[in-house]
């Protein structure tokens, strides 16, 4: 293991999300296909990802902004899991998601019934964003006091370490991991374990107390 002296600290960074208003709706399945292929990729990363950095009035059943829309808006439960059953993490790039989105949508027009045609009351409205970086200025650089400065670490810092991270990271590691690979085999299980974590299919309160608890834990067997 690194000394102290000699270790990389990590800087924990903040980042918000600017919402920008794409002048783009839809009120029914086939307008909502028709204006997919024309809506910037970060549209698509807002309706998928930023759910978890705004304030909720309530928790939605489905996990992005088409699902919950298909189902509050449309009442079609059926399409609302189908497009709740993505995964994004599993896909190479945003174009990607988009792609999935659009075979959803062609599978359910092709159905040719009541509901392909059917107008919401409530308009689905395609929002794009900017994200923006803050360094906090806080940083750590040892394994000991590493825990306590994921857990004490904002939501919005979180989301963008771990959350965003893999996103970043061509091989698909989030921050934490990433500073904790120059400590070697060290770290290695603890790093495992971190990747074994779905970043999609759990709140983002839910995703840093399992990272925190895991961190924790390692530290817990360093210090027997």
Known sequence: MKEHGTTLPF?????????????????????????????????????????????????????????????????DIELAEALSAINPVACADLGEIRSILEDILDARLENGDFMSWKKSDREFYFIACTKMMFDT?????????????????????????????????????????????????ETEPLRKSLRAIDSYLFSLGELKGQVVSLLEKNLHRRGK
């Open 11 to 75: 800087r924990f960074m903040e980042c918000a999300l600017l919402t920008l208003s794409t002048g783009v709706r839809a009120q029914s399945i086939r307008e909502l296909r028709t204006a997919l292929p024309q809506t910037p990729l970060s549209s698509i990363y807002y309706h998928f990802w930023g759910r978890m950095l705004r304030p909720h009035i309530a928790e939605s059943e489905f996990n992005n902004d088409f699902a919950s829309w298909a189902d509050s808006g449309l009442g």
């Open 137 to 185: 200025g806080r940083e750590v650089s040892s394994l000991k006091d590493f825990p306590l400065a994921v857990k004490t670490a904002s939501r919005q810092s979180f989301f963008h370490h771990f959350i965003d991270g893999r996103r970043r990271s061509p091989e698909g590691k989030d921050d934490f991991s990433l500073w904790l690979e120059q400590f070697g085999e």
